[in-house]
């Protein structure tokens, strides 16, 4: 955890057990998220003699990167009537940790969607254009050439690459033969070509 926990406690005495039961537990929900960045604990008693449920009532506060905020609070109203403390503090901490659990388990789906991503988002250099046309061929680094059409160019750059232009691309299956979903210039931008129509093609 970035920062020590706090933990507040009202009318009520902070004993050595209800102390370990909260480090205990604190423990627990790092083992699930190591990179919490402050956890807040409120303990108090609100009630000396309620008519039903528990006088204790225990809230959690959790922030985690990059700015999720997570509240877990028990505080039951009905059911067993003097519920003890630690079973109140269990009660949150597991409502706690199920809540971390869906958190880091989105940010880990996120995670791994992004780097699918990225591995299919392949170097290549720009091979071939028919400017006229509208299109033009990538040749990838392990020799495979790739159709890619006008509209496929982020940013309206079509008019600025140039033969031997590097790229990056996202490649698709079209009814042909597989090509460029989007390709995007890394390298070697050139300058804007003129209003009249080209075809360059790869020298021998």
Do not use: W
């Amino acid at each position: 955890m970035k920062v020590p926990p706090e933990i507040s406690y009202r009318n009520v005495d902070k004993t050595d057990a209800i102390a370990n039961l909260v480090a205990e537990k604190i423990a627990k929900l790092e083992r699930v998220c190591s990179y919490i960045s402050s956890c807040h604990i409120a303990i108090e008693k609100i009630h000396d003699r309620p008519r039903s449920g528990s006088p204790y009532r225990v809230r959690i506060d959790l922030t985690v990167p990059p700015g999720h905020e997570l509240v877990a609070e028990s505080n039951p109203e009905q059911g067993t009537q003097y519920e003890p403390l630690d079973a109140v503090i269990r009660d949150a901490f597991n409502a706690a940790r199920q809540q971390l659990v869906k958190l880091t388990e989105r940010q880990h789906e996120s995670d791994q969607s992004k780097n699918y991503e990225q591995l299919q988002e392949t170097t290549a250099l720009v091979t071939k254009l028919f400017r006229d046309k509208g299109y033009g061929f990538l040749k990838t680094l392990d020799g495979r050439e790739i159709y890619f059409h006008r509209h496929s160019v982020l940013h309206n750059d079509f008019d600025r690459l140039e033969i031997g232009t590097g790229v990056h691309f996202s490649q698709e299956q079209g009814e042909e033969g597989p090509q460029a979903s989007t390709v995007k210039i890394v390298d070697k931008p050139g300058v804007r070509a003129g209003k009249s129509d080209q075809t360059l093609i790869e020298p021998p």
